[in-house]
């Protein structure tokens, strides 16, 4: 049964900082792994998905990679401001059946 | 405006009763999800529906119900015998395929089980 694990469970950094996030999966014959940005009390908002083909996705400030073979993907975030602090949570869709997810990262940056 | 919605925000009950929670969609997704999330936990999944008329237990399934009667309509009834009741509830919707797609997720409803 697929795990996924998020290292560090917190981050505080100063504003400016380039910072990266941690995900883990044991199984990875993934076919798809996302990684979402969550607001204190909101749902969840998509960041970027990789598809198990690619090895990263960049989307403005934000890259992420993934690496099937080590079971790891990391989300690497670039010159972080005050308005990134939330909790990211990164996800693993096995067999294209549903997603497993880790229990986050809560990140502040402060200015 | 393309999106999902989930009503009510907030929701209080009282122990014993069921209560029904609504999600929507107008993304003509064919695939959406339930997930429920505690403090400090990520998400688990309590049922998905890939086609109308049919879903599928997630891996918290017990206590809940479901229908997919409408391709835009997923309502979760939280029913007497789930336990622990109080919690924040995900709604969220797919394509499928062969490769699965992202998942788009809605506001989120939390439930009060008094």
């Known amino acids: 049964k697929q795990e996924v694990t998020q290292i560090p469970a917190a981050l505080s950094v100063p504003e400016g900082e380039n910072l990266v996030l941690n995900c883990s999966f044991t199984?990875?014959?993934?076919?798809?792994l996302q990684w979402f940005r969550q607001d204190p009390g909101k749902g969840l908002t998509s960041l970027l998905l990789?598809?198990?083909?690619?090895r990263e996705q960049t989307s403005g400030r934000l890259n992420a990679s993934l690496d099937k073979s080590s079971g790891r993907s990391t989300l690497y975030i670039a010159a972080s401001q005050p308005g990134d602090s939330a909790t990211y949570l990164c996800?693993?869709?096995?067999?294209?059946?549903?997603?497993?997810f880790g229990p986050g990262t809560r990140l502040s940056v402060l200015p | 405006d393309g999106g999902i919605t989930q009503s009510p925000k907030y929701l209080f009950r009282k122990e014993g009763q069921n209560v029904t929670l609504s999600c929507e969609q107008n993304?003509?997704?064919?695939?959406m999800y339930w997930y429920r999330q505690d403090p400090g936990q990520g998400l688990r999944l309590i049922y998905y529906?890939?086609?109308?008329?049919?879903?599928q237990k997630g891996d918290i399934a017990e206590g809940y119900s479901v229908s997919r009667e409408k391709k835009e309509s997923f309502p979760l009834t939280v029913t007497s015998a789930q336990k622990n009741p109080t919690a924040f509830y995900l709604c969220?919707?797919?394509?499928?395929?062969?490769?699965?797609?992202?998942?788009?997720f809605g506001p989120g409803t939390r439930l009060t089980v008094t």
């Open positions: 969220a919707s797919s394509w499928t395929g062969e490769s699965s797609y992202e998942q788009y």
């Open positions: 199984d990875s014959a993934i076919y798809n």
């Open positions: 990789i598809q198990s083909s690619q």
């Open positions: 996800a693993a869709d096995n067999y294209g059946q549903n997603f497993v």
């Open positions: 993304l003509n997704h064919d695939a």
């Open positions: 529906s890939q086609i109308v008329n049919d879903f």
